[in-house]
């Protein structure tokens, strides 16, 4: 409905680009804490921390959280 988006249109390649590759994060409650683990983890090498503890805490976290949530239902 708006100029250029149309298909065929110069902005049509946004769209069609994201249908094409882009995957829906997962239906879980459990997703903020996992992302939020997960950028934090990366912050946190980024800044200089050791690139192979930090991950390795960041997935026991995570385990940690789905466990404690039994699994979310899953």
């Known amino acids: 409905m708006t100029e250029g988006w149309e298909v065929g249109g110069p902005k049509r390649f946004f769209p069609d680009e994201s249908a094409?590759?882009?995957?829906?994060r997962p239906a879980?409650?459990?997703?903020p804490f996992l992302t939020s683990t997960f950028a934090k983890?990366?912050?946190?090498?980024i800044a200089?921390?050791?690139a192979?503890?930090?991950?390795?805490?960041?997935v026991?976290?995570?385990?940690?959280d789905l466990e404690a949530?039994?699994?979310?239902?899953y």
């Open 69 to 73: 949530n039994n699994y979310y239902g």
């Open 48 to 50: 200089g921390g050791d």
């Open 52 to 58: 192979d503890a930090i991950p390795d805490k960041a």
């Open 41 to 45: 983890a990366a912050q946190d090498i």
């Open 28 to 31: 879980t409650p459990g997703y």
């Open 60 to 64: 026991a976290d995570i385990d940690a």
């Open 20 to 24: 094409a590759f882009a995957e829906l």
